[in-house]
């Protein structure tokens, strides 16, 4: 018996990239579902899952469901302590608690300007004052957690913790909106590119027949995605 983890398209669907990276870069294990998001069979694929209504979502060996992605987050550190989810320290795991928390419920000006599309790197985007103030708060945030907390790095509290993430999906943004920030964030977002999980999963959604949905597209050119394939 393990866990079943429902998602939706891994080249759009940005929770559940989190949802998929909290199992995948811990090592515990887990049955992946995709839901049909886009092809009209959502409200059937989740009603096994009932109250659930929003992806990721995932199932405990014991049936028991859990959604939501920080209440996925702290049911796992609390049934896998050895996996170190949340950094060890406790000062580094209240801050680690506090940013994916501030991720989870804020950022919207970048999140609704900017979709992840990890198929896209468009060229020539323009970003709003909005979406430039959600990114001068990232880089506040990651640089004082790095002072603070990262060590050598490349994460920010030394080794990948669950504050890593929820930002995972932000580098995605930052990666395909060709999006301004200074070198510290363009190394914290490189290291996010490159991680072999994160490549996986973006990999398994480009070959994946995908719609090309119009949520997530612009009238923009687009050029080669910035990090390794
Ligand atoms: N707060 C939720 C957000 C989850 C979410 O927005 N999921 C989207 C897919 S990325 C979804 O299920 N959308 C379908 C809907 O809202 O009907 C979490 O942390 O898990």
Not at 75 to 89: M, S, V
Not at 91 to 100: F, T
Not at 116 to 127: I, K, T, Y
């Amino acid at each position: 018996m393990t866990y079943d983890l429902f998602i939706a398209d891994k080249t759009y669907s940005s929770w559940s990239l989190r949802g998929w990276l909290m199992f995948e870069n811990f090592g515990i294990p887990a049955k992946t579902h995709e839901v049909g998001l886009y092809s009209g069979t959502f409200a059937q694929d989740m009603s096994p899952l009932a109250p659930a209504r929003q992806v990721p979502v995932m199932r405990t060996p014991e049936g028991e469901v859990v959604g939501e992605t920080l209440a996925m987050a702290e049911t796992l550190h609390e049934r896998h302590p050895e996996a170190g989810l949340w950094p060890a320290d406790p000062a580094a795991r209240m801050r680690a608690r506090w940013l994916a928390s501030e991720m989870h419920a804020g950022f919207t000006a970048l999140r609704s300007a900017c979709p992840m599309n990890l198929a896209r790197a468009w060229q020539g985007f323009q970003p709003s004052q909005a979406v430039l103030n959600d990114l001068a708060r990232l880089e506040t945030i990651w640089a004082d957690a790095f002072a603070r907390f990262g060590g050598d790095g490349p994460w920010l509290f030394g080794r990948y913790s669950l504050a890593d993430v929820f930002f995972a999906p932000v580098a995605g943004r930052v990666a395909g909106y060709g999006l301004p920030v200074g070198p510290q964030a363009a190394a914290y977002v490189a290291a996010h590119l490159a991680d072999p999980a994160f490549r996986r999963w973006r990999a398994e959604g480009l070959a994946q027949p995908y719609v090309e949905h119009p949520d997530y597209m612009l009238d923009l050119p687009h050029g080669d995605w910035p990090g390794p394939a």
